[in-house]
């Protein structure tokens, strides 16, 4: 497996979206949304970085999956309980492939009364894009291949690596 982003880029770059999103969080609390299992070490790393940066956070979580190995199944399936009536609210996810997940996501927070949605990924995969969606924070955009560590998983190995690496 071949590495495509390092630890240490991977830190870096966290650090800078946590000043990016404390300067533009208006009310200096947020509602974090973590997307599970994949976003579960991004969004500790975030948070803690948030922290730094003088913003208040909740956490609440939502259990997501659309993928069977490495292929698409096409559909999402999701589970929650979540309250975001009032809050800004900050979607965390590891990556965004089709836009499917979020989309889906974001379309159901948004029956209730938040004062904003935001989303933050670590990864972007804009070529792989089916439906109509941008990330309002966006670690790094990668090329079309299939990805793993910090959080992601191949059938829920490599999720423990610290940097993301390429399956071949
Ligand atoms: P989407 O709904 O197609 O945008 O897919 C998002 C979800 O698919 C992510 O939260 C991941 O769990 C999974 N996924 C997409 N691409 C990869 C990858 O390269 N490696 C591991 N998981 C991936
Ligand atoms: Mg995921």
Known sequence: MKVLI???????????????I???CISGHLHAI???KGAFIFCADLL??????DVDVTVDYTIAKSYVGTESSGEVKFSMNVDVGG???LLVEDIIDTGRTIKRLKEELMKQDANS??????????????VDMKADYVGFEIPDKFVV???LDCDEKYRHFPCVKIIE
């Open 117 to 130: 949605i935001k989303v933050a990924c670590l990864l972007d995969k804009p070529s792989r894009r089916e």
């Open 6 to 20: 390092t630890e240490k880029q991977i830190k870096k770059r966290v650090s800078e979206l946590a000043e990016t």
């Open 149 to 151: 560590g910090y959080g």
């Open 48 to 53: 803690r970085a948030l922290s730094k940066n």
């Open 34 to 36: 973590f997307v599970l």
């Open 87 to 89: 809050k800004e609210v």
């Open 22 to 24: 404390a300067r533009e």
